[in-house]
């Protein structure tokens, strides 16, 4: 039992470039989330699913897309990397999304030049 | 406009000692609290959730409280040991009219544990 796995590690872009994060959870979790976390400020959501074939935006969504199309994959997309996109993502799943716990993967380090 | 204060930013104490971290929030409605452990270079794991009907939860050396009339919440740890150094995050929860609660990150206590 994995948990929640993120790939890649880490990853350096240019300004402009693309890419995507994949995030896999093998606890057939409904609810997936991707959040950011920047120095000196609390994690903030940027998009979250409550089920296979849906997403919904956070408080951050823009700049970022994500697709759901297995229930186990949260993909989050960035079409054209800016530096303000330097940050710490991190994935996340839970059963349900009021009281249960939420998993965290263990993070993707990405850095935009 | 929902607000989780966590205090103090950071803490240096010796192996075996007791601590104690403060949260205050301006969250509303609640739903309820969470405390999360996050080691550096890994993902938070979560150590208790409160909802407002409870006022003190466990786990392990860690025990977590809720005043939800004062709004304010403590994780004690008893006991410290070299492997509690980490940050402690509070989450509190707010009820949405959507299928998942918003979740509002305070930034955090380090904590460093000397032997």
């Known amino acids: 039992n994995a948990g929640v796995t993120q790939t890649p590690k880490f990853r350096v872009l240019k300004t402009g470039q693309s890419m995507t994060l994949l995030c896999a959870q093998d606890?057939?979790?409904?609810?997936m989330y991707w959040y950011r976390q920047d120095p000196g400020m609390g994690l903030r959501l940027i998009h979250y699913?409550?089920?296979?074939?849906?997403?919904a935006k956070g408080e951050v969504p823009d700049g970022y897309n994500v697709s759901r199309l297995k229930k186990q994959n949260f993909l989050l997309g960035l079409e054209s990397a800016a530096p303000s996109q330097t940050s710490v993502y991190f994935c996340?799943?839970?059963?349900?999304?009021?009281?249960?716990?939420?998993?965290f993967g263990p993070g993707t380090r990405l850095t935009v030049l | 406009k929902n607000q989780v204060e966590q205090s103090p930013q950071s803490l240096i104490i010796l192996e075996g000692k007791n601590c104690t971290l403060q949260?205050?929030?301006?969250?509303?409605?609640?739903?309820?609290l969470r405390w999360y452990k996050q080691d550096t270079g890994r993902g938070p794991v979560s150590l208790t959730i409160?909802?407002?009907?409870?006022n003190t939860k466990s786990n392990g050396r860690y025990t977590a409280t809720l005043d939800a009339d004062t709004k304010q919440s403590s994780l004690h740890i008893t006991a410290s040991q070299l492997s509690d150094s980490a940050s402690y995050i509070c989450?509190?929860?707010?009820?949405?009219?959507?299928?998942?609660?918003?979740?509002?990150f305070g930034t955090g206590t380090r904590l460093q544990v000397f032997p």
């Open positions: 989450v509190v929860s707010a009820i949405e009219d959507t299928d998942a609660d918003k979740l509002i």
């Open positions: 949260c205050n929030y301006t969250v509303s409605p609640f739903s309820n």
């Open positions: 996340a799943s839970s059963y349900e999304g009021t009281t249960d716990t939420q998993y």
């Open positions: 699913s409550v089920g296979e074939g849906t997403t």
């Open positions: 409160m909802t407002f009907s409870e």
């Open positions: 606890m057939n979790h409904e609810y």
